[in-house]
């Protein structure tokens, strides 16, 4: 067994380059439904509080409706004495929420 073939397109893409939001409205839009009552999720994995809170703001600004933190990636969060620890994520977890309020 190969791969399978790729499954063909429902609708249209969108413009190459245009926003995410701007593809998932039109993706909506081609499906006959109503960008607005589509929820828009972007996952947040930059390395500082600071870009992780300008990653933020450009999904808001790209039409997401939610957003999650992924700190697995942070190697600032897996190393010295007290290693890959949970207490350090939520720490950051938190801090970014509270930076957002």
Sequence with gaps: ???????????????????????AAAAARAAGRDPAAINLLLRVRAQSLDEQLLQARRYREAGATHCSIDTQGDASYDSGEAGRSPARHIEAIRAFREALE
């Design 1 to 23: 067994g190969g791969r399978r073939p790729p499954a063909p397109r429902r609708h249209p893409p969108a413009p190459r380059g245009a926003p995410r939001g701007a593809r």
